[in-house]
Nanobody
Framework: QVQLVESGGGVVQPGGSLRLSCTVS????????MAWFRQSSGKAREFVGA???????????EISGAVRGRFTISRDNAGNIMRLQMTPLKPEDTAIYYC????????????????WGPGTQVIVSS
């Protein structure tokens, strides 16, 4: 049974930085696509970006237009830790951030993922 745990959230001022981590245990997901989503209060869960296995230890990433240029995604060589570097942060980035393992379908749709972490809270406020 694969389990995901997010970490690294917190409170930060606008313009600041955070690095979130998603650690996978239970089985390797090194060849699986994984993604970050976020959900703000009262809103639907939003696709942030995804990491796709290419070959060996190589991964590609895609980032949503809402955060492109500010957020980057990376995977460790074993593929079981995915990170989200966020800078500079804006108040509208305030949300619970989730990582997930892709099963099938459209990468930007949360219904395409079958394993989720519990989330980590990010608050951007002065």
């Amino acid at each position: 049974q694969v389990q995901l745990v997010e970490s690294g959230g917190g409170v930060v001022q606008p313009g600041g930085s955070l690095r979130l981590s998603c650690t996978v245990s239970g089985r390797t997901v090194s060849t699986n696509s994984m993604a970050w989503f976020r959900q703000s209060s009262g809103k639907a869960r939003e696709f942030v970006g995804a990491s796709h296995w290419i070959t060996g230890y190589l991964y590609s990433s895609e980032i949503s237009g809402a955060v492109r240029g500010r957020f980057t995604i990376s995977r460790d060589n074993a593929g079981n830790i995915m990170r989200l570097q966020m800078t500079p942060l804006k108040p509208e980035d305030t949300a619970i951030y989730y990582c997930a393992v892709w099963l099938r379908g459209d990468y930007v749709s949360d219904s395409s993922y079958d394993r989720w972490g519990p989330g980590t809270q990010v608050i951007v406020s002065s």
